[in-house]
């Protein structure tokens, strides 16, 4: 192992297997390089983020959330709660909660879906729409209801 220490506090280590580990004394940080191209860097948080060959960038935050994010713009986080949200390159986001419900955001609409099939559509216009698992539709236009059929 080969260690180099710098004036500000900074050390830089080679290790036998050709990791490269530097520690910035300032930022109270360390970064390990790997052979393969894999980037770790830990903060004094204890936030863990790897940086992969492929672009795939891979954060864990203190309180165990994990954001994914992919060289193609696709992002993921993963919550503590068992939650997910996934946000595709153009924008529309996808959220999976822990109860079984999903909501999708779009710049056209939001919708929430429940576990019974329960569907509630509300458009950018305002317009609401709620299709019941029973087969009952209602749907509002700014707060008056236009139709309910059941």
Do not use: W
């Not at 997910?84 to 153009?90: A, L, M």
């Not at 099939?117 to 709620?130: A, D, F, I, P, S």
Request: hydrophobic fraction near 25%.
């Amino acid at each position: 192992m080969t260690t180099i220490s710098f004036f500000n506090g900074d050390v830089k280590k080679i290790m036998p297997d050709q990791r490269v580990i530097y520690y910035y004394a300032d930022a109270q940080t360390t970064h390990t390089a790997y052979p393969d191209g894999l980037e770790v860097l830990q903060f004094p948080n204890n936030q863990i983020e790897k940086h992969y060959p492929d672009g795939t960038k891979e954060i864990v935050f203190p309180d165990h959330t994990v954001k994914c994010l992919y060289s193609d713009g696709f992002k993921e986080t993963f919550f503590p709660d068992g939650t997910v949200v996934k946000v595709e390159k153009n924008g529309d986001k996808t959220v999976v909660f822990s109860n079984g419900q999903k909501e999708i955001h779009t710049v056209q609409f939001k919708r929430r879906e429940y576990p019974d099939g329960t569907v509630k559509t509300v458009y950018c216009n305002g317009r609401q729409e709620t299709k019941y698992s029973t087969g009952r539709v209602r749907i509002k236009d700014e707060g008056n209801i236009i139709l309910d059929k059941k």
